[in-house]
């Protein structure tokens, strides 16, 4: 108890000669104080004012060695260097981390309290696959096979519109396992493409309904398992089906009988 007693005395006293060295300054008497903040620092260090532990909240998926780079300090690092503002953007730049907070808890540890992204779906562009989180932002995770179970979005603006067809999905989730990806379409709205090479043409309004709409569908007429290329559910009264083509009828040429107007 008296180590730790000494410690706090000895650095309010830095603090104090920190303060009137400012004010020193700010009245242009002393135009080195970077040199006695460093023997500030230095001298704290001295009396035990050292990084002896890291204590990181909320890690999941990022790296302890990446979190670790980023804040720049090893055992024994004087924790007074250690600058918040700076650790805080550099570990925000940390794959995973969406934000960041760091706080010294004197006279030896670190704490670091960190939010991570959460996984939502792949974003396609060409042959590119760039998992997004909820907030339509990248994920810098190159090892994406661990997460081959997420769906997949085409499109300029999929990543804005994510969440919306995402939740939409979930809804009928026995359809939502055979999805192989949502295609974004004109920038108003979604068709969606199931594995097995059929397509169903959302709405731009009230696409959800028609969704449930497709449900029902499915459930009575098993169009998933049927000779069929696209669901056309646009209009709401009404639904149109594209056949492959040699499945679909060709128009009859009416037959000319003799005298038969030409």
């Given at each position: 108890?008296?180590?730790?007693?000494?410690?706090?005395?000895f650095?309010?006293?830095?603090?104090?000669?920190?303060?009137?060295?400012?004010?020193?300054?700010?009245?242009?008497?002393?135009?080195?104080?970077g040199?006695?903040?460093?023997?500030?620092?230095?001298?704290s260090?001295?009396?035990?004012?050292?990084?002896r532990?890291?204590?990181?909240?909320?890690?999941?998926?990022?790296?302890?060695?990446?979190?670790?780079?980023?804040?720049?300090?090893?055992?024994?690092?004087?924790?007074?260097?250690?600058?918040?503002?700076?650790?805080?953007?550099?570990?925000?730049?940390?794959?995973w981390?969406?934000?960041?907070?760091?706080?010294?808890?004197?006279?030896?540890?670190?704490?670091?309290?960190?939010t991570?992204?959460?996984p939502?779906a792949?974003?396609?562009?060409?042959?590119?696959l760039?998992?997004?989180?909820?907030?339509g932002?990248?994920?810098?995770e190159?090892?994406?096979?661990a997460?081959?179970?997420?769906?997949v979005?085409v499109?300029?603006?999929?990543?804005a519109?994510?969440?919306?067809?995402?939740?939409?999905?979930?809804?009928?989730?026995?359809?939502?396992?055979?999805?192989a990806?949502?295609?974004?379409?004109?920038?108003?709205?979604?068709?969606?493409?199931?594995?097995?090479?059929?397509?169903?043409?959302?709405?731009?309004?009230?696409?959800?309904?028609?969704?449930?709409?497709?449900?029902?569908?499915e459930k009575?007429?098993?169009?998933l398992?049927?000779?069929?290329?696209?669901?056309?559910?646009?209009?709401?009264?009404?639904?149109?089906?594209?056949?492959?083509?040699?499945?679909?009828?060709?128009?009859?040429?009416?037959?000319?009988?003799?005298g038969?107007?030409?």
């Amino acid at each position: 108890m008296r180590h730790v007693i000494r410690r706090l005395t000895f650095l309010l006293i830095l603090l104090v000669v920190a303060a009137a060295g400012g004010t020193v300054m700010r009245h242009g008497a002393v135009t080195s104080w970077g040199g006695l903040e460093e023997r500030l620092v230095a001298l704290s260090a001295d009396v035990g004012f050292r990084v002896r532990a890291v204590e990181v909240e909320g890690r999941d998926r990022a790296s302890a060695q990446a979190i670790l780079a980023a804040i720049g300090v090893a055992r024994g690092t004087p924790i007074l260097a250690v600058n918040p503002a700076t650790a805080k953007a550099r570990l925000e730049q940390v794959p995973w981390i969406k934000t960041a907070s760091i706080y010294r808890r004197l006279p030896d540890t670190l704490i670091i309290a960190l939010t991570e992204q959460q996984p939502l779906a792949f974003w396609q562009r060409g042959n590119t696959l760039t998992m997004i989180d909820r907030d339509g932002k990248p994920i810098g995770e190159p090892n994406l096979r661990a997460y081959a179970r997420l769906p997949v979005l085409v499109g300029d603006d999929a990543p804005a519109n994510a969440v919306s067809v995402i939740k939409m999905l979930d809804t009928e989730p026995q359809l939502t396992e055979q999805v192989a990806a949502a295609v974004r379409s004109g920038g108003r709205r979604w068709n969606i493409e199931f594995k097995n090479g059929v397509a169903v043409a959302l709405p731009e309004e009230n696409a959800i309904d028609a969704w449930h709409r497709f449900a029902a569908i499915e459930k009575n007429h098993r169009v998933l398992e049927r000779r069929v290329l696209l669901v056309d559910l646009r209009l709401p009264d009404r639904v149109y089906l594209r056949l492959p083509p040699e499945l679909t009828p060709k128009p009859q040429k009416p037959k000319v009988g003799k005298g038969d107007p030409v």
